[in-house]
């Protein structure tokens, strides 16, 4: 029996790769309390509760894992824009730090 969100995954043409946790291969700082805003193919969106500093070292420490390299790197302090790739494949990510500083959102995309 498939979950609701296993569903509308399948329902959008999301498979397993493209899941809450991943996006293009490169799966989301697991951080704390995430919460995934929107996923499709082309574009995901998380937010966490946590300081922008240490969602930062989560996520070089998953680059390094899973052997994206940065290609360009835009952001002051932390916040913009962040070009990636691996295996012949480009992603952005964006961050950014909320009004409140106890929270913060990452993007991820890919050109259509």
């Not at 951080?31 to 969602?55: N, P, Q, V």
């Not at 952005?92 to 990452?106: D, G, L, R």
Request: proline share 3%; with cysteine; glycine share 8%.
């Amino acid at each position: 029996h498939e979950s609701s969100a296993a569903a509308g995954r399948r329902r959008a043409g999301l498979g397993a790769a493209m899941s809450a946790d991943a996006f293009n291969g490169l799966p989301a700082p697991e951080g704390l309390e995430r919460k995934t805003l929107y996923i499709s193919k082309f574009r995901a969106i998380y937010t966490y509760r946590m300081a922008l500093a240490d969602l930062e070292v989560q996520l070089q420490r998953l680059l390094g894992e899973r052997s994206w390299a940065v290609r360009s790197d835009e952001r002051v302090n932390l916040t913009g824009k962040l070009d990636i790739t691996s295996d012949g494949r480009l992603m952005h990510i964006s961050m950014e730090q909320c009004e409140n500083p106890m929270f913060c959102t990452m993007k991820y995309w890919i050109d259509m």
